[in-house]
């Protein structure tokens, strides 16, 4: 599969699994890839005023001067008008309103050296869910940090350090590390 199957796919899980309402999610597409933006309009059914067209720095992979590259189209979803912020691409795009929670990358195409593209012979999809931020959606927050992983561990750092560390911010970080340190001790490395 490329195009077609990896959008079914990354919309049935979301859609159909997670059961994420199809009305919050919007969608973003590489300007020049017609292709994708197609498939989500008529295949999958989104609203072409949620599916956005943007440049090649939002939705354009490449590895690096040279190598295998190709659009993207990348899922958002919509946490309300009581959230600040505004679409992918626009003025206000950083606020906390819309969160990307997946990413297809279309592998399509080659830089060669000299900076010209030509074809791959083999397609591939590299796709990408954002584990914490799809937590957060289900569990109704727009924060990793509100999720039930996190509030846990900040709590118990709170009343480790007896309420001595009060910034909501120190206490993430810390959070944020205790996280890390567990996936090393998991992966039998000791930190």
């Known amino acids: 599969y490329f195009k077609e199957g990896a959008i079914e796919f990354a919309w049935a899980l979301l859609t159909d699994v997670f059961k994420i309402p199809e009305e919050n999610l919007w969608v973003t597409v590489y300007f020049e890839d017609k292709e994708a933006e197609s498939i989500w309009r ?24 040279t190598g295998p590259c190709g659009p993207c189209s990348e899922i958002f979803f919509d946490h309300g008008e009581g959230v600040p912020g505004g679409p992918p ?11 990307e929670i997946w990413n297809l990358v279309f ?14 012979d083999t397609l591939a999809v590299d796709t990408g869910m954002g584990l914490e931020r799809v937590a957060a959606v289900l ?28 910034s909501a911010s120190s206490l993430r970080v810390i959070a944020d590390h205790i996280r890390a340190a567990s996936f090393l001790i998991a992966d039998g490395i000791n930190p």
């Open 42 to 65: 008529d295949k999958i059914g989104v609203p072409k005023n949620r599916i956005i067209q943007c440049g090649k720095k939002d939705n354009f992979w490449t590895m690096g001067d």
């Open 89 to 99: 691409g626009s003025s206000d795009e950083d606020g906390d309103r819309f969160v």
């Open 107 to 120: 592998m399509q195409s080659q830089v060669c050296g000299d900076g010209t593209m030509k074809n791959l």
């Open 139 to 166: 569990q109704g927050v727009t924060s990793n940090y509100d999720t039930d992983l996190f509030s846990s561990l900040i709590d118990s750092v709170s009343q480790l350090f007896d309420s001595k560390i009060t």
